[in-house]
């Protein structure tokens, strides 16, 4: 999925939340860049985030379960 910098990261979790295996809204998706979670009301800009860099998702259930990494739906590319 590819994303402009001066996205929102709300704005992109709410395009990938429809993307995913397991329907998840987007408050249960969490990006993660650096090592660090983003915050929504920040563009990825804000960030530094580049064309070749890759955020990394985790996502937490309803069930208050603790976040857990996502992976990839087969031939999904990345979020860069």
Known sequence: MN???S???GAVKARLSPLLDE???PSNIRLIFHDSPLDDAKSLSDYKVENTNI?????????G??????TRAAG???VR
Not at 55 to 63: A, C, G, I, P, T
Not at 65 to 70: D, F, H, Q
């Open 23 to 25: 329907k998840l809204p």
């Open 65 to 70: 379960a603790s976040w857990r990494p996502c």
């Open 3 to 5: 994303v402009e910098p």
């Open 76 to 78: 999904a590319p990345p």
């Open 55 to 63: 955020l990394y998702m985790v996502y937490k259930r309803d069930d």
């Open 7 to 9: 996205e929102n990261v």
